[in-house]
DNA sequence: CGGAAACTTGAAACCTTTCAAGAGTCGTGG
DNA sequence: CCACGACTCTTGAAAGGTTTCAAGTTTCCG
């Protein structure tokens, strides 16, 4: 039955790999599992569908499982933002805290998520202590990943490509993949749109870092072969 | 007596004319009162001074009273960024939520502030309904003001330069002061590093738009000549 | 008043974009 | 299973905007 495998399917936070990353990280044991019983686990969408969109109202926080997403926000124009790619572990929503949601949350590939209801947060906030505290605390993380892309805003292209190469590398690491092979379920439109370059430029760049033998790439898989070389270039050029 | 005057000057949260965007917003009566209790009120501190540090502990969540600060950040390299710029009831310090600052907060001028200290934050949530709430919903916005300058680096000068100057006035409105004519107290650098552009660049874009008649700009006062013509430059060209 | 700092201006260099065209990849259908 | 078409990606050349370098001017402040 369907409704079996859902249910063997579901996981408690306290089972999940992602803990210490995700919500549960600073909680009791206990509050972990009040926790447990309010997050809707296991949700499952495909590349494309939407978590939230741009104008809802705020719907929760969610938390990747598997597979990655993308934030963008339309601007006043009609064009599109990529704001950030979000890999298993992570969180989302924040955008949405007063009120309405800011950004839309896209399927990269399919995705397994979470999601810790809007209804819920302030009683379980109220019950479960120091979760106040974590979900500042993410907030903050979050928004520090924002301001660090303000100022990668001002590298060279070069430099982008090399320390988004490298900030998802570190990210996935810290997550247990490979830091050094992965998929980027992106378009070249999409990664230049996110580092604000235009998409020929993407394809020289990503050409130049292949001749230096700093990367390599076959279609969306990557494969970093050069990681001091890599960071000279995010940093010193 | 010096003591006297102190007292003078103290203002509760109640009777400040901020109240409406700053913490207070969304709170009842009573739990404003309680807030003004705890919140430390008409500190002081001139151009230059540090209101907190990049690294140091997480201090609190300030609010401006009058004058201006900005917040910086010094990557890796030493190089200083400015992240944005600070109005009078305007809030900051939601970059050290997560337990140290990421930024730095300097005086631009004389500014008078107020401080929510660290301590005292989770006790007053738990006695103040709607406080937890309420400081989601600043750091939300802190958060989409992030990544509305994200967006904003996407811009040519010319744009970056006319959004800059709507987006001062427009917050200048919204606190009371004139909208068409304010002080920048801003050096061209800083406006450079804060854009993104070169000082030199910045130089012939205020030309640019002071000779369109659009603006006019005597040292560090601005003036607004030509709200929609710097609209449409914003945004069409 | 004099010196330091901030700002402006011009010209050349540089990087990225734009435009244009060709090559490669993927999925569908005959 | 190959062919076709759509789409994505790559490549080259020219155009464009911003930076850099260099020098001069203005402003500020002791």
Redesign the pocket.
């Known amino acids: 039955m369907v409704k079996d495998i859902l249910y063997d399917l579901k996981i408690s936070c306290s089972h999940c790999n992602l803990g210490d990353m995700c919500i549960p990280r600073g909680l009791s044991q206990q509050g972990v599992n009040t926790l447990s019983g309010v997050v809707k686990q296991k949700l499952i969408l495909h590349q494309d569908d939407f978590i939230y969109r741009q104008g809802d109202d705020f719907k929760g926080i969610f938390a990747i499982q598997s597979g990655m997403a993308k934030l963008i926000t339309d601007d006043l124009t009609g064009n599109e933002h990529i704001l950030s790619i979000l890999l298993p572990g992570e969180l989302l929503g924040f955008d949405g805290l007063n009120d309405t949601h800011s950004c839309s949350a896209i399927a990269l590939n399919t995705v397994h998520f979470c999601e810790l209801p809007k209804d819920r947060i302030d009683d379980l906030c109220r019950q479960v202590p120091n979760l106040t505290r974590e979900l500042f605390r993410h907030s903050s993380d979050i928004l520090k990943e924002s301001q660090a892309r303000v100022i990668n805003t001002k590298l060279?292209?070069?430099q982008k490509m090399a320390a988004f190469l490298l900030d998802l590398s570190k990210r996935l690491k810290q997550r247990g993949f490979s830091e050094s092979e992965f998929r980027l379920p992106l378009?070249?439109?999409e990664i230049g749109n996110h580092l604000?370059?235009?998409?020929?430029?993407?394809?020289?760049l990503?050409?130049q870092l292949q001749q230096k033998k700093v990367v390599a790439?076959q279609?969306k898989e990557v494969q970093i072969l050069d990681f001091p070389e890599l960071k000279r270039i995010a940093v010193d050029d």
């Open positions: 060279s292209g070069e378009t070249r439109n604000g370059l235009a998409i020929e430029t993407v394809s020289r990503l050409k790439i279609q």
